[in-house]
């Protein structure tokens, strides 16, 4: 069986760039694989959330896992921060990790653009954190959308690393992984390039109904078109993106003749890709607040997950020390 992980930092509550980048693959290989999925709440540390804050994320997201169908007695779910070993295996790591490599990655950079007065040490070593994370499972697939690439190809590169310096064959390269085979990203309403959380361009698999609609019917569109098959702008594109995901295929193609012939109207392509995506978060909807007011069921799923978790973990920080020639007087 392939070990396979995947993990959501509790910052927010999961929208649908998440759920289809992420969660509906991993929902999909847990059952033929060694699944582990995480809260990836030590890396929700860069944003410095209060304890309040910090205790209630993590509560709401693994209520919204479970809601998506994550089945904790299929796959081992856990909270980040009940495994210490990660932090071991993070600090090992950091050791091989170069300065000049962890500037040079785009959320970095990206980082130190927009929260100039925040650039902490834990934000320059992320891609360290995160290879621990999959490492310590030794992951062989990881189920991501396309803006974590990066961060994959510096934990293959850190496993490589590792293997080369101590002369071993420990560590496997992890993949990152889509059913679709490429990696996807899905845009917001804004006309900008990706859903996020921080972006406030988000449809959350919590929203009601009047919540969809008002975002979908304000999301950004332009005149129209005013040729026959003209090219479609960004924010148009976008639309059909999320469309392709939630609507049926006649519907979109539907609203694609019309602005291939110029006869769209935006306002009744709004209204049915609203009411698709209401169709779609529903059902996920009804589920998260039916178990997020269950404490006693969570907190029994973050203790299982934990304690099975653990043991995978436990095991490699055992071999790695190992490796690294620690030895016990
Ligand atoms: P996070 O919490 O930002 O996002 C969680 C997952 O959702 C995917 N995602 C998207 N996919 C497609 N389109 C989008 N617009 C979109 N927005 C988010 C992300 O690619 C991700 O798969 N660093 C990670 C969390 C993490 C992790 C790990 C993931 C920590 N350690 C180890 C995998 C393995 C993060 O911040 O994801």
């Known amino acids: 069986m392939d070990i396979v992980l995947s993990g959501i930092r509790p910052t927010g509550n999961l929208h649908l760039g998440n759920y289809f980048g992420a969660v509906k693959n991993f929902v999909k290989m847990q059952h033929e ?3 582990f999925f995480f809260i ?3 890396h929700s540390l860069t944003t410095h959330p209060t304890p309040a804050d910090l205790h209630g994320n993590v509560k709401q997201v693994l209520s919204e896992y479970l809601a998506c169908g994550l089945d904790p007695e299929v796959a081992t779910i856990y909270i980040q921060s009940d495994l210490p070993e990660i932090a071991e295996l993070y600090l090992l790591l950091n050791m091989n990790a170069y300065l000049g490599e ?4 785009t959320s970095f950079k990206d980082k130190v653009r927009k929260q100039a007065n925040n650039v902490n040490a834990g934000l320059l070593t992320y891609p360290v954190l995160m290879a621990a994370d999959i490492l310590i499972h030794k992951s062989k697939y990881v189920p991501v959308g396309k803006d974590q690439e990066q961060n994959l190809e ?8 590792f293997n080369n310096m101590y002369s071993v064959d420990y560590f496997n390269e992890p ?3 889509n059913f679709g085979n490429d990696l996807i990203k899905i845009p917001g309403l804004d006309g900008s390039g990706k859903m996020g959380k921080s972006e406030g361009n988000g449809l959350y698999l919590i929203d009601d ?5 008002k975002k979908v019917m304000k999301a950004k569109t332009d005149a129209g078109p005013t040729q026959q098959n003209q090219e479609m702008p960004q924010e148009i594109i976008n639309l059909f993106t999320i469309a392709d995901i939630v609507s049926e295929k006649d519907t979109v193609d539907f609203f694609k003749t019309n602005y291939n012939n110029c006869s769209i109207r935006y306002g009744d392509f709004k209204k049915q ?3 698709d995506i209401n169709n779609f978060v529903s059902p996920i909807r009804e589920k998260i607040i039916d178990i997020r007011s269950n404490e006693e069921y969570l907190s029994k799923v973050a203790k299982m997950g934990a304690e099975k978790a653990r043991e995978s973990a436990a095991k490699t920080v055992k071999e790695v020390r190992e490796i690294i020639g620690f030895k016990s007087f």
Do not use: G, H, Q
């Open 102 to 105: 962890l500037e040079r990655t």
């Open 273 to 275: 890709l609203a009411e």
């Open 33 to 35: 694989n060694n699944a």
């Open 175 to 177: 993949i990152p992984f």
């Open 40 to 42: 990836a709440d030590y």
């Open 209 to 213: 109904e009047k919540t969809i609609k």
């Open 154 to 161: 510096m934990a293959r590169k850190f496993a490589k690393r």
